[in-house]
């Protein structure tokens, strides 16, 4: 390629067109500096009023390319470049990058929805598309929680925006489901009122809501007891265990049984 003969041409186009090549400067300078003011001050503003940080980037980012976008068209515009064909080419450009991406794009507008509407937080204990875990980080594109195994979960905003979402952490309270079975034979009153010591005497049992024991079926070899303890979501999992294993001690010391399939040796 003849570089020399493009050079050539271009010296040629700055001289006949210095007055507007110089404004065309100036506005892309001018321009980009006025366009970071913009966005720095964007972002303070949202800072005060308290906008989620995740959010004040993903804003500030979106201002600024638009900002540049248009400073970059009036510079040129400048110049002699007839913007209209330039802007139907980068719209025509825009579509066919938006179709081959919309995955990403469900993506970035479901991170746009979480990150507005605030379903849930970085910290909060949720659940959704069929996993539970702490939120580490809401990105763009994706959210981050760890699992109670501490795994990293990703998941893709587009799904998890149009899914069921279960917030543990907002109201500050958790109840704890538990079942406890016992033989027929087995005082009711009894049974209860241990059962629901064990969470009284639990310290990381919540006392208001008050704990509640109640009979909830009549099963095939057992009575069978829902067992209602409420927690943080922080205790959750030490409520859990801790009260299964404490009934199981407290009920053997008491002397109630929990039914277990026997075998019976028949002597010949």
């Known amino acids: 390629m003849d570089y020399q003969k493009y050079l050539d041409l271009v010296i040629e186009f700055v001289k006949s067109n210095a ?17 970071k003011r913009i966005v720095n001050v964007t972002r303070k503003l949202m800072g005060k009023r308290g906008v989620d940080v995740t959010l004040q980037t993903f804003l500030g980012d979106l201002l600024g390319w638009g900002l540049k976008i248009l400073v970059f068209i009036s510079a040129i515009s400048q110049l002699g470049v007839e913007t209209t064909s330039f802007i139907a080419i980068l719209g025509a450009a825009g579509l066919a990058v938006g179709l081959a991406l919309q995955g990403s794009l469900a993506n970035f507008a479901g991170g746009a929805l979480i990150m507005i509407f605030k379903p849930f937080k970085v910290g909060d204990l ?24 501490n795994k990293l979960v990703i998941i893709p905003n587009g ?11 907002e109201e500050g309270k958790l109840r704890v489901d538990l079942t406890f ?9 009894k049974t209860k009122e241990v059962l629901l010591n064990v969470m ?25 007891f829902a067992v209602r303890p409420w927690a943080t979501p922080d205790n959750y999992w030490d409520v859990y265990f801790g009260i299964m294993e404490e009934g199981k001690y407290a009920l053997d010391k008491a002397g109630i049984e929990i039914p277990y399939p026997h075998q019976v040796e028949i002597k010949k």
């Open 126 to 149: 949720i659940e959704a598309q069929g996993e539970i875990g702490v939120v580490k980080e809401i990105q763009i594109f994706v959210t981050k929680i760890i699992s109670p195994g």
């Open 159 to 169: 799904i998890l925006s149009n899914g069921n979402i279960k917030n543990y952490t």
């Open 19 to 35: 007055q507007n090549v110089i404004v065309a400067f100036l506005i892309l300078v001018i321009g980009l500096w006025v366009t």
């Open 200 to 224: 009284l005497n639990n310290p990381k049992v919540l006392k208001d809501p008050a704990p509640s024991v109640n009979v909830s079926e009549l099963a095939d070899s057992s009575v069978n």
């Open 181 to 189: 079975g016992v033989g027929y034979d087995e005082d009711i009153k």
